[in-house]
């Protein structure tokens, strides 16, 4: 499955996220496991777990942190890619 | 006519963890028991609620052993399924205040917390496991073992002719008689690079890890006790600053090491 700029996805029911100072934890029910991201896997998680497409989201990061949007954007789309495979993210119905 | 021969329902393993492809440990369920399994020493089964529990040793286990993990590990094992956070880390306090050290075995802790231990007006709260309590965003700790177990290899250094292979139980000659509030988490780490011991605050996902690490747990199978775990090392994250101190393994730097976590009983207060 290639994600999309304008995919979109929703928080599995078994993920729970929580913030730690700008840092984030994800507990994975199905598998027992955390995973932990920093803080802009946080930013990108906290908005896709929103429903923002990756595009959105690299326009709003390389702004708030002033890097290429190309690159944002494919930085995006593989985090997104392996939190769906993971099981914590589901990619919604177009 | 038909014998009718009781059997023990079938173990589930929901967890084993392996070392050099052999089983060490695992957890899993036998009917609604729950089974802990450590092969060639001993298994565990309790009830679900931790009120009734059995430990089997297995033939040829050292008694000592045996009494250690009744005391410790068992303990922190049924005090998960009761809903209680315990720690794999030795600790020490002095009056009201408390430092939990936890890390892997082999990293030091019952050997700092000993030496710690020789300090004025210090004692020993316990020396494997931690046994905590979260009281509104105070984190208490209470008493839990009164023998400290050091490797051979440390006392030789301190003038014993114990074989360096093997753990020794000694008993501290100060043991804590009451709660303390839990000051600072500290990670230890024995680093080939480092050439003192260097002391840092761990970050948000890294102190998490350190404390997650450290959790004894049982019920590893139910939903609402992952999310009860999650919700409670959080607090516990979000109450205590959480350290890491990387030393060189090198006894001559042992003091200095106990100096910098001893002084956190001021500085994190």
């Known amino acids: 499955m290639t994600i999309g700029g304008d995919a979109r996805f929703e928080q599995a029911p078994g993920a729970h996220a929580r913030r730690f100072e700008d840092e984030l934890v994800i507990l994975d029910l199905a598998g027992g496991q955390y995973y932990g991201l920093d803080e802009i896997g946080a930013a990108i998680w906290e908005r896709l777990s929103a429903g923002r497409s990756p595009a959105e989201i690299a326009h709003e990061i390389a702004d708030e942190y002033d890097a290429p949007r190309d690159r944002v954007e494919a930085d995006v789309r593989a985090l997104a890619q392996e939190m769906v495979t993971r099981g914590l993210l589901i990619a919604r119905a177009s | ?78 005090r998960h399924t009761r809903g209680e956070v315990t720690l794999h880390g030795a600790c020490f306090a002095r009056g009201d205040r408390a430092v939990v050290c936890v890390g892997q075995s082999g990293a030091g802790k019952s050997s700092l917390v000993a030496e710690a231990c020789r300090r004025p007006g210090i004692a020993l709260v316990g020396d494997d496991t931690a046994a905590l309590t979260l009281d509104g965003s105070h984190v208490i700790v209470s008493p839990t073992e009164d023998f400290s177990w050091l490797t051979g290899e440390a006392l030789r250094r301190a003038g014993s002719d114990a074989d360096p292979s093997l753990k020794v139980s000694v008993p501290t000659e100060r043991r804590a008689v009451g709660s303390a509030r839990i000051v600072a988490i500290v990670q230890l780490e024995f680093s080939d690079e480092a050439h003192a011991p260097t002391l840092r605050s761990l970050p948000g996902v890294e102190a998490f890890e350190s404390l997650s690490r450290s959790l004894f747990r049982f019920v590893l199978d139910e939903p609402q006790t992952q999310l009860d775990d999650f919700e409670r090392l959080e607090r516990i994250a979000r109450s205590i600053r959480i350290h890491e101190l990387r030393r060189p393994r090198s006894m001559t730097m042992m003091s200095d090491g106990v100096d910098r976590v001893v002084a956190l009983l001021e500085t994190d207060a």
Do not use: C, Q
Not at chain 2, 3 to 29: F, H, L, Q, S
């Open chain 2, 1 to 78: 006519m038909t014998n009718v021969v009781a059997t023990a329902p079938k173990v589930r393993w929901i967890r084993e963890w392996i070392e050099e492809g052999r089983t060490t440990y695992r957890v899993g369920r036998s009917g609604d028991e729950l089974v802990a399994e450590w092969p060639g020493f001993g298994a565990l089964h309790a009830s679900r609620l931790g009120d009734r529990a059995d430990f089997l040793a297995a033939d040829g286990a050292d008694p000592i052993d045996v009494e250690r993990f009744r005391r410790g590990l068992i303990n922190a094992l049924l």
